[in-house]
């Protein structure tokens, strides 16, 4: 996870052995899923989500119906509709180095991702197949929200410098 082009968390997840024998482009898609599961936290609330890609034809995937899709990646595009806007952003090899070093290095077994199927949020949002009157609603009740309207100054600026400025 990048911010200003510089690191602030990592996360690896080994595959299965059912998700070894996905096709590149499902595997690539599943990581696009787990990275967005991995940092839900960091991105419910923004406006664009920016993904790099060095696998560009997943970047024409996303932008067929989902009907048209396979059972399994219509499934993984579903799993992302709980965030606004996932844009992907095609990114050779060469220039992904950070993430193509931590996509080397990564144990066998390894899985940072917590069992999400549990998550009682996360299972409200994948119910919630969001619409844009549904979220236009989510957007004028927040706009009305006091506390909401806290959270968001502090997602957009950042956290006060010190604790007693908290409103």
């Known amino acids: 996870?990048?911010?200003?082009?510089?690191?602030?968390?990592?996360?690896?997840?080994?595959?299965?052995?059912?998700?070894?024998?996905?096709?590149?482009?499902?595997?690539?898609?599943?990581?696009?899923?787990?990275?967005?599961?991995?940092?839900?936290?960091?991105?419910?609330?923004r406006e664009l989500i920016m993904?790099?890609?060095?696998?560009?034809?997943?970047?024409?995937?996303?932008?067929?119906?989902?009907a048209?899709?396979?059972p399994r990646l219509a499934h993984m595009r579903l799993e992302l509709s709980y965030l606004i806007n996932v844009q992907l952003k095609f990114k050779p090899g060469k220039d992904l180095?950070?993430?193509?070093?931590?996509?080397?290095?990564?144990?066998?077994?390894?899985?940072?991702?917590?069992?999400?199927?549990?998550?009682?949020?996360?299972?409200?949002?994948?119910l919630i197949l969001q619409s844009d009157a549904t979220m236009q609603e989510y957007k004028e009740a927040t706009m009305q929200d006091d506390q909401l309207q806290v959270v968001m100054t502090y997602i957009r600026e950042g956290w006060p410098a010190h604790k007693r400025s908290c409103a």
């Not at 060095?54 to 067929?64: A, F």
């Not at 950070?98 to 069992?115: H, I, K, N, Q, W």
């Open 97 to 126: 180095i950070l993430a193509v070093v931590m996509s080397c290095t990564c144990p066998a077994g390894t899985d940072m991702l917590e069992d999400l199927g549990s998550d009682p949020l996360f299972q409200v949002c994948e």
């Open 68 to 70: 048209q899709l396979s």
């Open 51 to 66: 993904v790099e890609t060095d696998h560009q034809p997943l970047i024409g995937l996303m932008q067929k119906p989902t």
């Open 1 to 45: 996870m990048l911010q200003e082009d510089r690191p602030i968390e990592f996360a690896a997840k080994s595959l299965t052995e059912t998700q070894q024998r996905y096709s590149q482009i499902e595997k690539e898609l599943l990581a696009v899923v787990f990275a967005c599961k991995r940092y839900k936290y960091y991105l419910w609330g």
